[in-house]
C-alpha cells in the first residue's frame, strides 16, 4: 500500500474523513508528543496536550487554509503556542514520583546536575523567538534534518540554517556562554 499524499489526505480530512483523520493522527502524533514531552517532561501532561492539538485541527481544518505552507509546522506551532499557555498560567505540576527519569546505578548529584541544566536550557529555549525555538526543538530534540525543518516550517533549507545559527548564538548569550 502507497502513502497517501498529504494534500488529498487534507482534502479528506477537511469533509471530516474518519480513515483520513486517522492516518493524519497516526502520522504526526508521537512526533507531537515528543515536542510537547521534551518541553514539559511530564508523559500525562504531554498525552493531554496532543489530544488538544488534534482537537484544535480538527476546529480548524475547514477553515481556508487553516494553516499556511506547512501543515506539520501548522501543527508544530499549535503544540508550542499549549505549552506557552501552560507556563502562563503558572500550571506547572509535579512530576509525579514514577515519572522521576532515574537510572538505576546513576548518583543523585549527577541525576541533580543534569536536571538543573535540562531546566536552564529549557528556559534558554523558551526565550528564543517562536521560528527559532521551533527550529531548535525540531533540529535537536527530534533529529530532523535541515530539509525536514525546513519542510515543516514551510522555509527554505538557508531559512531554516540562519534561524538555528542565530538561535543557537542566542541560547550561548542566554546561557552566558557556559556549556550546554
Known sequence: MQPIDEAALLSRAREYDQAAIAEIYDRYSLRIY?????????????????????????EAIRSSRAWQSSFSGWLYRIAHN???DYFRA??????PLEEWPVP??????????????????RSAIDQLTGEQNV????????????AEV?????KSEGAVKS???RALAALRRII?????
Open 34 to 58: 515528543n515536542y510537547i514531552y521534551h518541553r514539559l517532561g511530564n508523559a500525562h501532561l504531554a498525552e493531554d496536550l496532543t489530544a488538544t492539538v488534534f482537537l484544535r485541527m480538527l
Open 90 to 95: 503558572g500550571r506547572q505540576e509535579e512530576l
Open 135 to 146: 527550529v531548535i526543538t525540531l533540529k535537536f530534540l527530534e533529529g530532523f534534518s535541515n
Open 163 to 165: 534561524l538555528q545559527f
Open 104 to 121: 538505576p546505578k546513576e548518583h543523585p548529584a549527577d541525576i541533580a546536575e543534569r536536571s538543573i541544566a535540562q531546566q536552564r536550557l
Open 82 to 84: 499549549l505549552v506557552v
Open 176 to 180: 552566558g556562554g557556559e556549556e550546554l
Open 150 to 154: 525546513a519542510r515543516a516550517i514551510g
